[in-house]
């Protein structure tokens, strides 16, 4: 594809995704009491992620446990916000991993209607497309069986279904395949194509190096919250592979120690130290836009706090004086 003819899909400039650890009891407490959530230990599960991904380009999600590809991955699709930093997401998105979006008391019919509906379709487009996809999940009888009752591989087959029924610009696939049988996965394997041909954006999360490596244009390597590497499909999986192979030979204890120091840093996280990162390291392309997504951000994500702080004491201070109005 011709660099001029490049139309953004998805740009992200750093994104942040901030989780609350209530670990103690006390925590709990603590954050009854505290609406906007200060002071309690955090978790930065993505620090920073920027890229842009062009129409029709198919990227594979790739990185150990908990690096932060699913929560990028419902980032992208609208699940969830980012903490700071800016998305900009241009098309339709839908989002396929393990039973995500159905409901469990709801039959395979049911729940197709129901997520179909929520996609924006009507009941006489839903109508159109129910025996299309109900063939295309091959569930037999269990179709009218409540979901519950799915094993994990019967939902991703359904999920996958409705999904690519619903004929999105991008398509996020959240490790749905892993589960699924080698027919479904052929199968699904073809649609993918199909959509890849038409034209579509596809972010593929796996752990199947040798899937990604098959179907994707680009891959993204996610570390411990950083976008360690965005590159050729090839040169990304082999510096992984060379990477996990130095992982697996370290000592028990070295390993927990890397993987110990790697989450400290997640802890210790803020936005101000992006930013601070950003403006003083010489290979970053550090431009206006730049500069005013991380004040936002640093007010958004970071600044927040100070914002509370003073709502409390203010509120603290209301409270005292209409207490002593009262007593007097
Ligand atoms: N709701 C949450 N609250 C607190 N921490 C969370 C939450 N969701 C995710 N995390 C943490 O964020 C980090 C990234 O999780 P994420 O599920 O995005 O990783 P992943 O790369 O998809 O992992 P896997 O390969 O195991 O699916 C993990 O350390 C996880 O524990």
Redesign the pocket.
């Given at each position: 594809m011709l660099a001029k003819e490049r139309v953004v899909k998805v740009r992200a400039r750093y994104v942040t995704k901030k989780?609350d650890?209530l670990v103690k009891k006390s925590d709990k407490v603590k954050a009854i009491f505290n609406p906007f959530k200060t002071g309690l230990p955090n978790?930065w599960?993505l620090k920073g992620i920027s890229f842009d991904v062009y129409a029709g380009e198919t990227i594979g999600l790739i990185?150990v446990?908990?690096?932060?590809?699913?929560?990028l991955s419902n980032i992208i699709s609208g699940i969830i916000p980012p903490t700071s930093g800016e998305l900009e997401v241009n098309g339709e998105t839908s989002i396929i991993a393990i039973g995500a979006g159905l409901r469990g008391q709801l039959t395979g019919r049911e729940n197709i209607r129901l997520k179909s509906l929520m996609m924006g379709m009507t009941n006489a487009q839903i109508d159109q497309q129910i025996t299309a996809i109900i063939n295309f999940a091959d569930l037999g009888d269990f179709i009218d069986q409540p979901v519950k009752s799915y094993s994990s591989g019967m939902k991703s087959r359904l999920g996958f279904a409705i999904a690519v029924h619903d004929n999105p610009d991008i398509l996020i696939i959240d490790?749905a395949l892993s589960v699924g049988d080698e027919t479904f996965y052929q199968k699904a394997l073809d649609k993918m194509m199909e959509f890849k041909q038409a034209g579509k954006t596809i972010f593929f999360v796996s752990?199947a190096l040798s899937q990604v490596e098959m179907f994707t244009d680009r891959v993204m390597w996610?570390q411990y919250g950083e976008l360690k590497e965005f590159g050729p499909t090839n040169e990304v999986l082999e510096h992984y592979r060379t990477w996990n192979k130095w992982f697996k030979k370290l000592g028990k204890k070295e390993k927990r120690e890397y993987q110990e120091e790697q989450k400290q840093k997640q802890k210790a996280f803020t936005v101000d130290m992006l930013r601070e990162n950003v403006l003083t390291d010489p290979q970053t392309k550090y431009s206006p836009t730049d500069a005013k997504v991380l004040t936002a951000s640093a007010l958004s994500g970071e600044k927040m706090p100070l914002l509370s702080k003073t709502l409390m004491i203010s509120l603290g201070i209301a409270w005292l004086v209409l207490a002593y109005i009262s007593l007097h």
């Open positions: 989780y650890l978790f599960s990185g446990n908990g690096s932060g590809k699913s929560t490790e752990h996610i």
